[in-house]
């Protein structure tokens, strides 16, 4: 498939183990947040999103955690798999309504070991 | 699979070349939006089309033009190209109403020689 930031920070994670991949964000006014996940050859994928009001947010083995205080957000993973290996990166939105505004990260790749 | 669909993968031209990216976006969807994505760089929004219209606008440079048909598949239309538009382009729809909900096709990797 196609590759997608060759030049991307890289997190090794052992399978089993949790994963941290951390995003800092550009505008203190953005609303509204998403962690996406991008495999090779494949478009985005939304993972999870947080609003502004909110500094904690759980899915299914994902937590995003916001910290509005140093424009901050984390995404957790935990037990880490295999099918987990990817791309993520963190979206902002900056303003507007239509979902025309979304300030995308570089993204970090995420490489589980067996 | 998202749902959306985008032809074709890939694409080879030369410089000067002009293109057409097709989307279709997930069935009763309205909005599609189209990105760029270069090696390196986050994802760039382009433009955005609802039911037909445009509706934003981002970093989409004048060689660059799209429309949104009445059975709302969009195309993507690259004129004079340049080394520089090689990426890939993404389209992503979003259900009615619900514009940061974007789900994305699996995206053309343009290579510009």
């Known amino acids: 498939g196609e590759s997608v930031g060759l030049h991307l920070p890289t997190l090794s994670v052992q399978e089993g183990d949790n994963s941290i991949i951390n995003c800092a964000y550009s505008?203190?006014?953005?609303?509204?947040f998403i962690w996406y996940k991008q495999e090779s050859g494949k478009g985005p994928q939304f993972i999870i999103d947080i609003r502004s009001n909110m500094d904690k947010r759980q899915g299914q083995r994902v937590t995003v955690l916001l910290n509005k205080t140093v424009k901050h957000l984390s995404l957790q993973i935990a037990a880490t798999q295999p099918g987990d290996s990817a791309v993520y990166f963190c979206?902002?939105?900056?303003?507007?309504?239509?979902?025309?505004?979304?300030?995308f990260g570089p993204g970090t790749r995420l490489s589980v070991l067996p | 699979d998202s749902g959306v669909t985008q032809t074709p993968k890939h694409l080879i031209t030369a410089t000067g070349q002009r293109v057409t990216l097709r989307c279709s976006p997930r069935?009763?969807?309205?909005?599609v939006y189209w990105y760029q994505q270069s090696l390196d760089q986050g994802l760039q929004f382009l433009i955005q089309?609802?039911?037909?219209?445009?509706?934003a606008k981002g970093n989409i440079l004048e060689r660059f033009s799209a429309q949104q048909f009445p059975d709302l598949h969009s195309e993507l239309n690259l004129s004079s190209l340049e080394l520089g538009d090689s990426a890939l382009y993404f389209c992503a729809s979003s259900p009615r109403g619900q514009f940061y909900e974007q789900y994305f096709g699996p995206g053309t990797r343009l290579t510009v020689t």
């Open positions: 505008n203190s006014a953005s609303d509204y």
């Open positions: 979206a902002e939105n900056i303003g507007g309504n239509y979902g025309q505004n979304f300030v």
């Open positions: 089309y609802y039911n037909g219209e445009e509706r």
């Open positions: 069935s009763g969807d309205l909005s």
